[in-house]
């Protein structure tokens, strides 16, 4: 009985939540900032969406496809370059 209650507790808040309001946005205007771990993600959305991003402001982020930790030490910490086939 308890599970029913707050399963139309849960639907109820769905209902009562506002409408957000409409903003005079241009989606082709739209860029992405990035600092240190945020500029990771600013590069992989900048890459994942680049036929809508206009660009990307990173500061302090790594290269692309460098987020994770085994990634991480083969981009930042190769004694050679960067292969064009491993990004």
Do not use: W
């Not at 599970?3 to 992405?32: H, M, Q, R, W």
Request: glycine share 12%; aromatic share 12%; charged share 5%.
């Amino acid at each position: 009985m308890m599970s029913i209650s707050l399963i139309f507790l849960l639907i109820g808040c769905c209902f009562a939540a506002e409408k957000l309001a409409s903003y005079n946005v241009d989606p082709s205007e739209t860029s992405v900032p990035g600092i240190s771990s945020g500029g990771y993600f600013a590069t992989l959305v900048q890459v994942a969406f680049s036929a809508s991003i206009k660009g990307a402001g990173i500061v302090a982020g790594g290269p692309y496809n460098c987020g994770g930790q085994m990634s991480y030490t083969n981009c930042m910490y190769a004694s050679r370059g960067v292969s064009l086939q491993f990004i």
